[in-house]
């Protein structure tokens, strides 16, 4: 005789895990021409757990404001003087109720409907922390910027975590706000860095690898977004990135190694991929555009030498690095209400 009972038991799978909830972060200014399309794809997204929108406005002029609200997403209004990469994204953060928080940049449109379910599906595994999507470029962007787009967001797939003894890069640290997402409970641990002008994302990526816990770059999470670069935006926004790599201590880690050595290897790629094709007037262009990117982490990374009206001429959004006090300060001071005002100074 058949225990049936006993069968139907074996058959039965565990009930499914539920999707994690999530609240993503859009902090913006003047993006309506972007979000109107963005805000269709985040609301076409086939993501079963709860999702919330978390608005952070830094002085549009132009109807973002209002299109917002016309969606039913009330902004949390600040002036346009206080946005700042690390405090602004700490605000948005602290504003969250949810497990996930989802960083996407106002001009990053979604692909697909599956955006979202990738961004976050990795966090199954609990010893994942961060993970961050792919960047496509757009029409109208050059070549040499399409390349480096490429080449920094590719197509393959990344499991990066710190293994005590074996070597790393400053490769590892590699992340990006415009579209990523990380826990909330470890957003509470570390915040972004307010102490930087800019690679607020490398500090929390960098805190959560040095925790033994991983980070994944998932190329099927993927936005449209990408910005033309002049030589001198080249510059300057490695002066930017060197001025904050240096603050946060990564430039002094040797598990993370040299940027030299990081640098060169971008500069022997991009000139082996042109010169390969016969493009030699973009294998020469690349060669100057490293040739200022070099320049300009050289002279961020000594900051602490140069005079501030030098360093100010470079970058308008240059600050002093803020007094030491024996810690690393994010310098973050949570508001103290959840709600967002209807302006600034308003609740």
């Not at 991983?214 to 490695?238: D, L, N, Q, T």
């Not at 300009?296 to 501030?308: F, H, N, Y």
Request: charged content about 25%; aromatic content about 10%; overall charge neutral.
């Amino acid at each position: 005789m058949t225990d049936h009972h006993k069968a139907d038991s074996a058959d039965i799978s565990p009930a499914p895990k539920k999707p994690c909830s999530v609240s993503i972060l859009l902090l913006m200014k003047n993006e309506l021409n972007n979000i109107r399309e963005g805000y269709e794809r985040i609301c076409a997204q086939d993501y079963e757990g709860p999702v919330q929108i978390i608005y952070i406005d830094s002085g549009s002029t132009d109807g973002t404001v209002e299109f917002m609200r016309e969606q039913g997403v009330e902004p949390h209004i600040i002036p346009p003087v206080e946005f700042h990469h690390g405090r602004t994204r700490n605000l948005a953060a602290s504003l969250a109720d949810n497990e996930i928080l989802v960083l996407l940049s106002g001009d990053a449109i979604p692909t697909n409907n599956q955006w979202l379910s990738r961004l976050v599906a990795p966090f199954e595994d609990s010893k994942v922390g961060g993970v961050y999507g792919k960047q496509l470029a757009r029409e109208g962007i050059g070549p040499l910027r399409v390349h480096g787009m490429q080449y920094t967001f590719s197509d393959e797939r990344e499991i990066r975590q710190m293994i005590p003894g074996q070597p790393g890069s400053l490769r590892m640290v590699r992340f990006s706000n415009a579209n990523s997402a990380i826990r909330a409970n470890l957003w509470e641990r570390f915040k972004f860095h307010e102490n930087v002008i800019v690679a607020e994302d490398h500090w929390i990526c960098y805190n959560i690898l040095k925790q033994g816990m991983k980070v994944i770059y998932e190329p099927e999470a993927a936005v449209y977004h990408c910005h033309e670069r002049s030589v001198w935006g080249e510059f300057r926004f490695a002066v930017e990135n060197a001025i904050s790599l240096k603050r946060m201590g990564m430039f002094d880690d040797p598990a993370l190694g040299s940027e030299l050595s990081y640098g060169l290897d971008r500069v022997k790629y991009d000139w082996n991929y042109f010169t390969r094709r016969r493009e030699y007037g973009l294998a020469v262009k690349s060669f100057v555009i490293s040739g200022a990117k070099c320049a300009g982490v050289q002279l961020g990374k000594r900051e602490a030498v140069m005079p501030s009206w030098v360093m100010r001429r470079i970058t308008h959004a240059y600050e002093k690095p803020a007094p030491p006090t024996g810690e690393v300060e994010t310098h973050y001071s949570p508001p103290v209400s959840k709600k967002a005002p209807d302006s600034p100074g308003g609740s």
